[in-house]
Every structure is written in structure tokens, then in C-alpha cells.
């Protein structure tokens, strides 16, 4: 029986994969085509272990760590779902999350997997046809550059630096190092031999203009890294100088196709072992990436001539919550483990810092054959803020009462970056041990910290509870009703958008009244709740006092809305552990692609954040 044509109507679902392709240029008959043809079950095969019995396919969830298989797969309708976690979606959806690419990406890799032919709009394709115009030159270049090294006369001093790093052949094809040769303009005349065009080597930053206007090459004489983006297309280059002046290492200038702030070297090879270990390894430079390939732990990645920054994070976030910082020991190597993020703690990320021995880097515990010490160092690496408190008494002479009271407050202030009370409470007794301070002591600095507003000298007392995003746009939503916002939907704000039963108490209050009103015209307070004394009447009191600017109202209904729906989801999630999916086998597929259609509208309202 074909229910398509009921689904297409009323499967929010799949209105949204409809809503990408017309994003994307695919059309629908295209993405259905695919998915049908797509068996989800080989994918997980490829980064998970999968287990079947029966009817069900049951596989070791690749988005959090779990040694109990609880992610279940549904073959027939190419569905999956993870009772750990939560993650849940389709096969577009499984490569976007496994592999880190876009809905369009995912769509083109599946149609090439199962054979099947998809034509994008005439628009597209000339997007498409420029970027892989740009993509043919690069990678035209890194053969270039590969077999310039292997073989040319002026690259023998790049052979003995890779000897001497201790790559053979093997290692040389696998990463495709390569050599500029330092004449001006051989890769440009091999470039035109292959009828690249100009335009194309000066857009991929292969070429670039000499003063008479002529073409000259960009790279010459050094040792080149081909850098790959996750789909595994070159893109760009680190070189590294053998001779002569010039920066140590140059990398290729910012292109259509090359951007340093969210890419990383090595992360094309590394990603599906990130998943399968939960782990992902940064270092600083593209030699200690093959030298954890070499080393047979291929989860290293660098990042490409530039400060590791959010982008980065939010790039590896997408296979692993775990990322260890391997840089080197030396007093540059640990200040890059904290550089940009010294009032910041990543709370949804395990970021942590391997420590290695004095003036050994990654490449050169490989290059010794101390492959212990380095596996040592990654598994015994420590969370980024007790590395930060560490070193702030490290840098203090603990013998000395003075410095004692110094090292203890300025880790105190550390410490009260940290959002949990656990945390905080932990690294206490970590700095009281350290130190020889009385725990009371240094918990009491800690919640000097911590507290909010100047200080007093009356008595200690924690903080108030903060509130949660949530609770926060509740409030500023209440800021909005009391000024009658004209940007206010009419009719779209309701009782149900607000969680907290105080917020919920103060819009009853008010909401009557401002719906009476003409848009912009504020409501007379002191009529509406007159000598009110509840939390409410409180709340609705000091809101109107505040004279900060007002929000962006869409801002704030939006990410409400996006409370709501977790909500919705957590209760599909409870709803779906407490059926049989062979025994409730109707009820299930209606909640569990219930489940699928909030996940994907979870994700349109975050994509507005």
C-alpha cells in the first residue's frame, strides 16, 4: 500500500526534508529515491557495532559513550533512535551526524553510494560547478607537488626531511606530502598544461601576481601538507620552509573554499575514529597529526595556521564531547591550552589538557618510539580547569603564607567560573589539600567568587539559585507584555510558554489587561495588581522598573518555542521507553516518528539562534 501521499501531509518530518531540498535544489522524488534505496543499518556498520535479533537491530550509540547497546535502528523505515542519549533521525540525518556534513552533502554522498542519479537546479549546479572548479586545481596541485617530491632533482632535501621523520612511502601517498620546487612558476605552467584556468589558481590561492602582472607561484620550496575538508576534497595547503627566509609555515590564504577559522588538518581521516573512541585529539601542528596516524591512534587533528576557537569546538563537538589540547610542554605549548578561553568553561564539552614530558612534543615521543608515553598522556590527561588551577599554583611559592593567601584566591576565582555547585565544592578540597588551607577557607573565597553584586562584609551565604535560559526569556517575555510590545503577536502568546509557575502567575495577572489595549500602550500597573504582595505582583513589579532595552521579541518567542518542544520531546523519549515495539508495533511508529518530526523542529528553531 503507497502512503505516500498521507505522509507528505501530514509527517512534519518529512515536510521539513521537502523544506531542504527546496533549500538545497534537490527535488522530493531525488531525496525519496535515495533514502529508499539507502540501507541505514550498512551505515552504522561503518562507525558502530551493530547487533541484530529478530525483527530489531540493536547498536552501540556512536554519539555518546555506552558499552550496552541502546540505539535502535528500523530498517524498514530507515529510522533510528537512541534511548541513552536521545539522538534520533534518518539516514540523511545519521550522515550529517556521523560525518559532519551539511543536508545537501549528505544527500550527494548517499545518491553516489546507491547509484542513483540527482540534478540540482541549473543555479546549484553553477555553484557547484565553480567549487569544484576551484576543488580540480588544488587537487591538481597536491599530485603536482606529491610527485615533485618523489622524484624531481630540487626536492632532495625534502626527501631527507621526511626520512628523517621517519614517513616512509606509505605514509607519503597516504597523506600525499608533497614539494614546491622554488622556481617561480612551474606549478602555474603545469596548472595551464592541465587547462586550469587563471582565474581558478588565483581564486584556489595557488597563484598570485607578480609586480609585471605575470602569474608566479604561490608555494616554493617548501614541504607541503595537503589540507582536506570532511568530505576528503583538497582544499588548500600547509608549507613548510627547508631553507632560506620566510615563515616557517605558510598556509593558504583565505579562498571560496578555504576557510582556517572552521577547518581542521587531519579531521577527514580522524572523524569516524572520533566516534568509535569519543575522543578527539588537537595538536599544534600537522606533523604531530601523522604522528598519532603513525602511532595507530588516527584521532589527531590541527587546526590550520590559526588560535584553536569556538568554530573549532563546535566543529568537533558534532563526533565527540571529548577533546584533549596536546600541545607542548613548554611554557608556549601550555599557555596555547588556555589562550582564549580563560573566562570561559565549555559545559557541554570534556575539554582537557595532556600534559607531556619537558620539550617533548607529540612527533618527537613517535619519532623515539615512546608510543607509551604519548597513549600515557592522552589517557591521563586532566580537565582544562583543574589544568588552569595547577598552573596558577605552580606559579606561586607555597611555602610562603603570603603567597599561600594569593594562590588560594586567585584559584578560588577559577574555580567560581565553574556553573556547578559539585564541581566547585571538589575543586575546593583539591586547593586545600594543595595549599595546606583549611577547606572553610578556601570554600568561603570560592563563594566570594561566586556571589553576584559587590560584595558586603556581612556574613557568607551562597548565591541565589540562578536562572535557567528558559526561565530568563520567560522574563524578558513579561518585560515585552508590560510594555505592549507592538512586535507581539495578538494572538501568539498564551499561558503555556511559560514553565515556571511565578512567570505563569504574573502573565495571568497582566495579560488580561494588555490584551484590552491597544498595541504600544502600556497597562496601568498599580490598577492591575493595586496592593498585590504575591511573588507574582513582586515579579511584575520590578520587571517594570527595569529599564534595560527591550529584546528582540521574535528572539525571545523563538527560543521558548524551542523550550517547548524539548519538552515535547522528553515526553515522546519516556512515552517510547514504555512501549514494546514489537507489541505496540502501530502506537511506536506513530510516537517514534512523533519524535523524528520534533527532533527536526528542534533543529529549524535552533538554526534561528
Request: overall charge negative.
Amino acid at each position: 500500500m503507497n502512503t505516500k501521499p498521507e505522509r507528505r501531509g501530514t509527517d512534519k518530518a518529512y515536510r521539513w526534508s521537502v523544506y531542504l531540498h527546496l533549500l538545497m535544489a534537490f527535488s522530493r522524488e531525488d531525496i525519496d529515491k535515495v533514502r529508499e534505496r539507502t540501507d541505514l543499518v550498512e551505515l552504522a556498520q561503518e562507525v558502530t557495532k551493530v547487533k541484530r535479533s529478530g525483527r530489531s537491530v540493536m547498536a552501540v550509540c556512536p554519539f555518546h559513550s555506552e558499552k550496552t547497546p541502546s540505539l535502535s535502528i528500523d530498517p524498514a523505515r530507515g529510522l533510528y533512535h537512541c534511548f541513552g542519549c536521545g539522538e534520533s533521525g534518518d539516514v540523511y540525518r545519521w550522515v550529517e551526524k556521523t560525518q559532519g556534513l551539511g543536508f545537501s552533502d549528505a544527500v550527494e554522498l548517499l545518491a553516489r553510494r546507491a547509484g542513483v542519479e540527482i540534478a540540482p537546479d541549473p543555479e546549484a549546479a553553477k555553484r557547484r560547478d565553480r567549487r569544484q572548479e576551484l576543488v580540480d586545481a588544488v587537487e591538481a596541485a597536491i599530485g603536482f607537488y606529491h610527485q615533485t617530491l618523489k622524484s624531481d632533482e630540487s626536492a632532495g632535501h625534502a626527501r631527507s626531511y621526511i626520512r628523517g621523520r621517519g614517513y616512509n612511502g606509505d605514509v607519503v601517498d597516504r597523506i600525499m606530502i608533497g614539494f614546491s620546487p622554488p622556481d617561480w612558476d612551474r606549478l602555474v605552467v603545469h596548472l595551464r598544461d592541465h587547462e586550469i584556468h587563471d582565474r581558478a589558481m588565483l581564486d584556489a590561492g595557488l597563484a598570485s601576481k607578480s609586480r609585471r602582472g605575470s602569474l608566479i607561484d604561490r608555494f616554493r620550496g617548501r614541504v607541503m601538507f595537503p589540507i582536506y575538508d570532511l568530505r576528503g576534497d583538497g582544499i588548500g595547503f600547509g608549507a613548510r620552509i627547508l631553507d632560506g627566509d620566510g615563515p616557517k609555515y605558510l598556509n593558504s590564504p583565505e579562498t571560496p573554499i578555504y576557510h582556517k577559522s572552521r577547518l581542521l588538518y587531519g579531521l577527514n581521516w580522524a572523524k569516524s575514529d572520533i566516534v568509535r573512541s569519543d575522543r578527539s585529539v588537537v595538536v599544534e601542528g600537522y606533523t604531530d597529526v601523522i604522528a598519532f596516524h603513525l602511532a595507530d591512534m588516527p584521532v589527531a587533528v590541527a587546526t590550520c595556521g590559526t588560535a584553536l576557537g569556538e568554530d573549532h569546538l563546535d566543529l568537533l563537538r558534532r563526533f565527540s564531547e571529548r577533546v584533549v589540547l596536546a600541545f607542548d610542554a613548554d611554557e608556549a605549548g601550555a599557555g596555547a591550552a588556555i589562550r582564549g578561553f580563560e573566562r570561559s568553561i565549555p559545559g557541554d564539552l570534556d575539554l582537557r589538557v595532556a600534559a607531556f614530558p619537558a620539550g617533548r612534543d607529540p612527533a618527537d615521543l613517535v619519532a623515539a618510539g615512546d608510543v607509551l608515553s604519548l597513549e600515557k598522556a592522552i589517557d591521563e590527561s586532566a580537565p582544562l580547569l583543574q589544568f588552569r588551577i595547577e598552573r596558577e599554583l605552580e606559579s606561586h611559592d607555597l611555602a610562603e603564607p603570603e603567597a599561600r593567601s594569593r594562590a588560594v584566591r586567585a584559584a578560588a576565582q577559577l574555580i567560581a567560573l565553574h556553573p556547578d555547585p559539585v564541581t566547585r565544592h571538589e575543586y575546593a578540597v583539591l586547593i586545600s589539600r594543595r595549599t595546606g588551607v583549611d577547606l572553610d577557607v578556601v570554600s568561603s573565597a570560592v563563594r566570594r567568587g561566586t556571589r553576584r553584586g559587590p560584595e558586603d562584609a556581612g556574613e557568607e551565604r551562597e548565591p541565589d539559585p540562578p536562572l535557567t535560559g528558559t526561565e530568563r526569556a520567560e522574563q524578558e517575555l513579561l518585560r515585552l507584555i508590560l510594555a505592549n510590545d507592538a512586535s507581539l503577536p495578538r494572538d501568539g502568546v498564551g499561558a503555556d510558554l511559560f514553565v515556571r509557575r511565578e512567570h505563569r502567575a504574573a502573565f495571568e495577572l497582566v495579560g488580561p489587561a494588555v490584551a484590552a489595549l491597544a498595541p504600544g500602550d502600556p497597562p496601568d500597573l498599580g490598577s492591575v495588581i493595586g496592593t498585590d504582595d504575591s511573588p507574582a505582583a513582586a515579579l511584575l513589579r520590578r520587571l517594570a522598573m527595569d529599564d534595560r532595552p527591550l529584546p528582540e521579541s521574535q528572539e525571545v518567542l523563538d527560543r521558548l518555542a524551542l523550550a517547548a518542544v524539548e519538552r515535547k520531546i522528553e515526553a515522546h523519549r519516556t512515552e517510547l521507553q514504555s512501549l514494546n515495539p514489537d507489541a505496540d508495533d502501530d502506537e511506536y511508529s506513530v510516537v517514534f516518528k512523533g519524535l523524528i518530526a520534533l527532533e527536526r523542529e528542534r533543529r529549524d528553531l535552533r538554526s534561528r539562534e
